[in-house]
């Protein structure tokens, strides 16, 4: 009988104990869920403006051979560079057309940006305004028909967008006309402190800076001037918005790769390049390099891991794999170079996280 009880005795405590493991396992995975955002850089699936000739032909998706790459995670962001409408005069003043780089992508391409799963996208940057208001305006609306939230021209700041129970705010800047600016880090400060306070979960901020071209790879931690431009202080501003609360910096414009850099636990990348361009880029050598950058982080938005896939363009090739894997080796020479104090470790497969 002593021993038909101790052996109860045994099996209800081992139950116990598998209940109370089960139980604590739930709270450890719930306490440290993660959330892997894919981001890209620029895209502009082609221009009816000057001809109709820079566009794609009819049916092609211009993420077809990187879809997968795209639909890996849970979030996914892109840079559109230029206009989304079918209407509306071009705002830059060109003697010869052929010369003047206004980008006028017709509506119906936002259908590819919807299959492809973009969530949210920037439209901060130096081409918004191609087409005036008119552009601005179907821009915003295209966009947001097809379910993609937006942020970067006046009137659209920034947006709050929730997905699988988490609010994400989303905040983007440029130093061009039309757009909330890079340069007013002050006011930058100030949009995301006004979303922290309106109960964003994660803070993701996209901006559109810096120098371009193939000599403009490195981050100078200065402020950079281009055809006499003040294309910002883009270092400085990335830490301003990190100090003030925001998780996640996403940089685009100088049409190439520039370094990452993890500073307060939180992800910084400051240029993703071009990434799905056609017919009017110049997408030589690293302008054709064109990365996929994975960041995983959890639901405080503390930087876990990143990985970098690597793919290519060239003129009027939309982006396809990089067997020489250019995009990734571009990003980590660029990191130890520019950033020797973060300790990122780089893996062959394009994977990178913090040495411990």
Known sequence: MNLLKTINSIVINKIHLGVLLLIFSNLLQAQNKEITLVAVGDIMMGTSFPSKNYLPPKGVNPFGKVLKELQSGDLLFGNHEGTLTDTGKNAKSCKDPSKCYSFKSPTYLADYLQQAGFDFMNIANNHIGDFGKTGINNTVKTLQEKGIAVAGVYGHESTIFEKDGIKYGFCAFAP?????????IKKAVARVKKLKAQ?????????????EGSKRTHVTRKTEIFYGENRGNVYKFAHAMIDAGADIILGHGPHVARAIEVYKDRFIIYSMGNFCTYGRFSLGGVLGHAPIVKITFDETGKFIRGKIFSAKQKSRVYPYPDPTHAAFKDIKSLTKQDFPEVPLIFNNDGTFYLKQ
Do not use: E, M, Q
């Not at 061009?176 to 007013?184: F, G, I, S």
């Open 176 to 184: 061009n006309n039309d757009t909330p600016k890079l340069t007013n």
């Open 199 to 211: 109960g964003a979960d994660i803070i993701i901020v996209s901006f559109h800076g810096g120098a």
